[in-house]
């Protein structure tokens, strides 16, 4: 079976076997869409949605003011005016049409249903993937500087992880350094380019890049298109008879999401011209403010498919708008962190961290191993993720970051015994001093350590307990999650070390973390 090479494949070179070569594990980077863009968007709504009466039911007079606040949410958030109208327009029908049900309160049923409304307005049920063929063919198009053949290597190493045999295709002969940056992309994730140089046409390239993808059985070829500083009717005319010789299984228009409702606009024109299947929308962990998510397909008709959320090669995930209205509402997104657990976590690293749980067992080592974990799965910016958290600030993810980036620095200095041991530190001013001084660290910081590390390690103790009984303790498992993340919360002064005990059912009270005396203890 052929595996990807590291080498360009060129018309030249047609007749020689591509070398195989070990696949690269994929670079970590973080998969979790930034909220930063719909904050102030989710404030609002949480604003309207508190201005509804919880007694009662919906009336035209107590949802006056929250569609209000909705109408200037949205439309500060850059998303066109009608597609405001019409969204207000239909929350205000549907929750006023709707039966009152036993145990809902008139809040929760607005908020459902502008919930039901925001999923509607960005894609209903979510975009479908991509159409399927032998070889999936998918022609990607763009304006220029919008991150299209970035977003062509992407797509690639995304197909890749999907255990598909993946073809990526060069026609951009008006820009040498496309093709370049191509080559390049590909050589990273161990992904072939096709490309022809610069002297035939771009129908050409992409016809003989077709051909060559049968001939190596590939599953998927992945076009990449010349992008224009503008829309012209070269650029379309190229791009139709580009269309017509691959007959591609899908065509995706590539658009920035840093331009607001001009996005959904780009994307109609393309769309009327080209007959496009989807939409990428790229830089979405910017700082813009929504509207090209929100306003693409109500626009234009069709769906968003993926969005880039940040510039490493692994950043391009599936557009789920049930979601994401789900974050903008505040309420979280525990299937997208349940993913990002299941990706981060290997099936026998996590049976070995239940036994130890389970035998009521926590050290140092477990902690960082659990620093690890969250690192790979996005860091502090996965909180945005759990219910009841979209709250947390950009400043207070920032500095929940550099807590964490402490704590690991003081863990790494740490001796072996230490982080087998923990209670040994809580007895030894020494040690933590000695800590201190390698990590380039101050007590107190040590001091914080063990404070958070005593709390979660009782927070780990009950756990250990509910799963002896039998209990999933599935709520514990966020409250653990939001135990090891609120790390800026408690402050401890300087050569002390704060400790959290256990209570003990009769006396002599323990000393240290409350857990007994500790294996090998020194001081």
């Known amino acids: ?11 030249s070179s047609f007749s020689k076997p591509a070398r195989a070569c070990a696949p690269r594990p994929p670079a970590r980077g973080r998969l979790v869409i930034r909220s930063a863009m719909f904050d102030k968007l989710s404030r609002s709504v949480e604003k309207a949605w508190k201005m509804v009466s919880k007694d009662g039911k919906l009336t035209p007079e107590n949802i006056k003011e929250p569609l209000k606040e909705i109408r200037r949410a949205l439309l500060e958030a850059d998303v066109s005016l009608p597609v405001v109208r019409r969204f207000v327009k239909k929350v205000e029908e549907k929750a006023l049409g709707q039966e009152v049900i036993v145990g809902v309160t008139p809040d929760m049923a607005f908020i459902k249903t502008v919930n039901d409304e925001l999923v509607e307005l960005m894609g209903s049920k979510g975009a479908k993937d991509l159409e399927q063929g032998f070889p999936q063919v998918i022609l990607m198009a763009g304006l220029q500087g919008v991150g299209k053949t970035t977003a062509c290597g992407k797509l690639a190493l995304l197909l890749t992880k999907q255990k598909k045999k993946v073809l990526m295709v060069a026609t951009d002969v ?118 090209a998510a929100l306003s693409v397909r109500e626009v234009s008709g069709k769906p968003i498919k993926f969005v880039g959320v940040g510039e490493k090669m692994d950043s391009l995930e599936p557009f789920y708008p049930e979601r994401m209205a789900s974050r903008i509402l505040g309420q979280g997104d525990v299937l997208s962190l349940y993913e990002k657990a299941e990706q981060a976590i290997k099936a026998e690293d996590a049976e070995a961290t239940m036994k130890r749980l389970m035998a009521n067992k926590f050290d140092f080592n477990d902690f960082l191993t659990q620093f690890k974990t969250m690192n790979n799965m996005g860091g502090a910016q996965i909180m945005k993720l759990m219910p009841g958290m979209s709250k947390i600030s950009e400043k207070q993810l920032y500095q929940m970051e550099k807590e964490l980036k402490s704590y690991e620095s003081m863990i790494n200095v740490m001796q072996e015994e230490e982080r087998a041991s923990p209670d040994i530190l809580a007895k030894s001013a020494a040690r933590r001093r000695r800590i201190a001084q390698a990590s380039g660290r101050t007590e107190a910081e040590v001091s914080n350590l063990m404070a958070k590390f005593a709390a979660v390690r009782a927070q780990v103790s009950k756990m250990g307990k509910m799963m002896q009984l039998g209990s999933p303790g599935g709520a514990q498992n966020e409250q653990l999650m939001k135990e090891l993340l609120e790390s800026s919360q408690r402050k ?29 203890s020194k001081k």
């Open 1 to 11: 079976m052929l595996l990807p090479s590291k080498h360009v494949l060129r018309a």
């Open 174 to 291: 008006y820009r040498p350094a496309a093709i370049d940056q191509l080559q390049k992309l590909g050589k990273g994730i161990n992904v072939p380019v096709f490309d022809m140089g610069t002297s035939a046409s771009p129908v050409e390239i992409a016809r003989a890049g077709i051909a060559e993808a049968k001939r190596l059985k590939v599953d998927a070829v992945i076009v990449d298109t010349a992008g224009r500083l503008q829309i012209d009717d070269d650029m379309m005319k190229e791009l139709k008879d580009t269309k017509a010789a691959i007959k591609p299984t899908d065509t995706l228009l590539v658009v920035d999401a840093m331009t607001g409702q001009e996005a959904a606009n780009l994307v109609k024109a393309f769309n009327d011209q080209a007959d496009i299947t989807g939409a990428i929308l790229t830089k979405m962990d910017g700082d813009s403010r929504g509207g």
């Open 492 to 520: 401890v002064a300087p050569g002390k070390a704060r400790v959290k005990r256990e209570k003990a059912p009769a006396p002599p009270k323990t000393k240290g973390f409350g857990f007994g005396a500790a294996a090998g």
